[in-house]
């Protein structure tokens, strides 16, 4: 299977269905990698847009969508969880000599 059809399989997938792939990285395959790293990243991206117009609406608006912040508190551990996983993965990668 290659990335892109990997990353469409991934676009289907719940939040915590890729929660739970990004915390078995060791068991995919470096294309699945990619492909999951895209998507989490276009999550995240999405994620902070929101994020950013909610930080202009007013109080009682942002009360309004209490449902939408619990899901953007998800995806805000989750680009915790992604970055630390980048890191990791980077530096366990060898250098080229």
Do not use: C
């Not at 915590?16 to 699945?32: D, G, H, N, S, V």
């Not at 991206?45 to 929101?50: F, H, I």
């Not at 608006?61 to 939408?68: E, F, I, N, R, V």
Request: zero cysteines.
């Amino acid at each position: 299977m290659n990335i892109q059809e990997l990353g469409e399989q991934y676009r289907e997938k719940t939040d915590e269905e890729l929660l739970r792939l990004a915390l078995a990285r060791e068991q995919l395959t470096p294309e699945a990698n990619l492909a999951l790293t895209g998507e989490l990243a276009r999550r995240v991206s999405l994620a902070r847009r929101v994020w950013r117009r909610l930080g202009k609406m007013s109080k009682s608006a942002k009360l309004k969508m209490s449902g939408a912040s619990a899901h953007l508190a998800f995806f805000t551990f989750l680009a915790l969880v992604v970055s630390g996983l980048e890191m990791l993965i980077a530096s366990t990668i060898p250098k080229p000599v």
